[in-house]
Structures are given as structure tokens and as C-alpha cells.
């Protein structure tokens, strides 16, 4: 049989495939070996790993990338941490490598784009996500939580919490701080559980999560997200990325280019704000990386409204 770029990948039958991904003797038993080193050769399929082959056109797709990663793990893997954090559409998680975890009675070990845990779990941490075997989104937000880098972290859990109701979220943020009273591994529990205390539902993107975590860290009070501004006659006239209300402070996170006309905009936008009593601290996206000029700038205005930071 021939293989050509640009079939697709179902038009060949091939058994227990998912996604786009399948063992290498089921491809062989269904295409024939020789065709099958064709496609190899020209990239219409990719051996991903020892024993697994994925369409070409789908190497980089996280869901192709995780089915392919449970063919090589086994019946008994799950998908977890940053893996299953995209899969639940927690974007802020990068996940180019594969997380997977295992009993520990696997023999199953990590390998190149391939991240194998061993943990304890059943049945009930587990849900189903593109018809894969996916962790709970409770349990990898307390891994992530644990174990990614900070505002990362925070970022993925402002994500989980976006759109829920009042109740929802009491019922996720109860759910994470159950696995951490309950986790076995005592490592970053502290840490996650303070992180769990920042995450808000109003955040709209990862880095203004990253930016709340540098305030907080820095010794400011947490501050409000979308706090919105009114006219006399009850209508919506700005929203603050971030805000202190009862101080009329507010932080202003600009993630795109500097250019005049937007600069323009935004000086009449403070100016406006000003007039009704409020004080503006805009950040920018490089700002991030080196907090310095905006801390002091925001230090200034507390101090101006004379609200005592701690030292």
C-alpha cells in the first residue's frame, strides 16, 4: 500500500489507534512493513517513541502526543500534571513533554519526551478527557501547585477558577486543600498552599496572574481583579486589571507594544481616573522580568494614601 502526505490517518483501518497514534506492529500489520518505512522515511508518520508511530501532520499536537504516551505507559497510566492540565484547558501549562503516572508496581521509566511518575491513585481521581484517562482537575491543581514554577502554578489555577459560580469554586479550592492536607509527599505543600489563597476567578490572562504574584510577594495586599468604574449614572466606563478600591490605587497591565497612539490613549485613560481620585501604576510586559521601577512606583501611591507597607 502506498502512503501518501496528506491522507488521513483513518483511511487505513489501523487497529487500537487514537488520535492519531498507534504501535508500530499494528501500523505494520495494517500498511505492510514496507509501506510503513516508506511513510517513516517520508515523514507521513513519525516513530515518536521505541514502538510508536503517530501521523506526521499531528507530532506536535498535545492530544496525538498523549495518546501516544499511553500506548508506551500502558493500561494502567493516567495522564497528569501539565499534560493534563492542558487536556482539562488550563493553557498556561506547558506541556511539550508528556506527564504520565503509574502504579509503583510499573516498570514503566521516563525517556526522552516522556515524563513517567509513580504514585498511588484509583479510580476515583480519575476522569476522561478525549477519551483519555486524565487526572481529576482538583488533583493537578495541587500538583501543579506543588511542584511548577510559582506563577505558573497560580496562573493554571486562576484558569481552573475562571467561570465558575460561587459554589464551584468553594468546591474546587475544598477539593485541592483536601489533597494537600492528604498528600504523602510533604514537598511544596506550603508553598501550594499559599497559592491556593491568591487564586481569583476575574484574572484574564497568565502573566496579570504573574504580575499579582510579584505585588503579593513584594508585600502588598492582595489586590481585586476587573474592579470596575462607573459613571454617575451607573454606567461602565473603565475596568483595572488589578485594584485596590477602598485606596483608589490602580495597576494597569499593558502586554502589548508601546506605540504613540496607544500611549495616547492610555495617558487620557489616567488622566480621566486621576480626575475622579484614583492613582495609576502601568506595568509593562518587560516590567515582569525586572519589578523594580513599577514597586517603587506602586510603594509611592501607598504611601501617598500613607497605607503602611511591612518593611
Request: one cysteine or more; proline letters at 4%.
Amino acid at each position: 500500500m502506498a502512503v501518501r502526505w496528506g491522507q488521513s490517518w483513518y483511511v487505513f483501518g489501523i487497529p487500537n489507534s487514537e488520535h492519531g497514534a498507534a504501535r508500530r506492529r499494528d501500523v505494520a500489520n495494517a500498511l505492510g512493513e514496507r509501506a510503513l518505512r516508506g511513510a517513516l522515511k517520508d515523514g507521513v508518520f513519525v516513530q515518536l517513541w521505541r514502538g510508536i508511530v503517530v501521523d506526521g501532520k499531528r507530532v506536535l499536537d498535545p492530544v496525538t502526543r498523549a495518546s501516544a504516551a499511553l500506548l508506551l505507559a500502558g493500561k494502567d497510566a493516567v495522564l497528569s500534571r501539565n499534560t493534563a492540565a492542558v487536556l482539562h484547558g488550563l493553557t498556561a501549562a506547558e506541556a511539550f513533554e508528556v506527564h504520565v503516572t503509574v502504579p509503583y508496581s510499573s516498570w514503566v521509566r521516563s525517556t526522552t519526551g516522556l515524563v513517567v511518575h509513580h504514585g498511588r491513585f484509583t479510580g476515583e481521581d480519575v476522569v476522561t478527557r478525549y477519551g483519555l484517562p486524565v487526572f481529576s482537575l482538583d488533583a493537578v491543581i495541587t500538583e501543579l501547585l506543588c511542584g511548577e514554577v510559582r506563577w505558573k502554578a497560580l496562573a493554571c489555577l486562576d484558569q481552573a477558577l475562571a467561570g465558575l459560580s460561587d459554589r464551584n469554586t468553594k468546591a474546587l479550592l475544598d477539593a485541592v486543600d483536601l489533597h494537600l492536607m492528604h498528600r504523602d509527599d510533604r514537598r511544596g505543600v506550603r508553598i501550594a498552599e499559599s497559592l491556593l489563597a491568591l487564586g481569583v476567578r476575574g484574572a484574564e490572562s497568565p502573566q496579570e496572574s504573574r504580575l499579582r504574584l510579584v505585588i503579593t510577594d513584594a508585600g502588598f495586599p492582595n489586590p481585586v481583579t476587573q474592579h470596575p468604574i462607573f459613571t454617575l449614572s451607573g454606567e461602565l466606563l473603565y475596568r483595572l486589571d488589578l485594584a485596590w478600591p477602598e485606596l483608589r490605587i490602580g495597576v494597569e497591565y499593558d502586554g502589548y507594544e508601546a506605540h504613540e497612539g496607544r500611549d495616547d490613549y492610555d495617558s487620557e485613560r489616567d488622566r480621566r481616573l486621576a480626575g475622579r481620585g484614583w492613582r495609576i501604576v502601568r506595568v509593562r510586559k518587560e516590567d515582569l522580568a525586572e519589578p523594580a521601577r513599577f514597586l517603587a512606583e506602586l510603594r509611592l501611591a501607598f504611601s501617598e494614601r500613607r497605607y503602611p507597607l511591612g518593611a
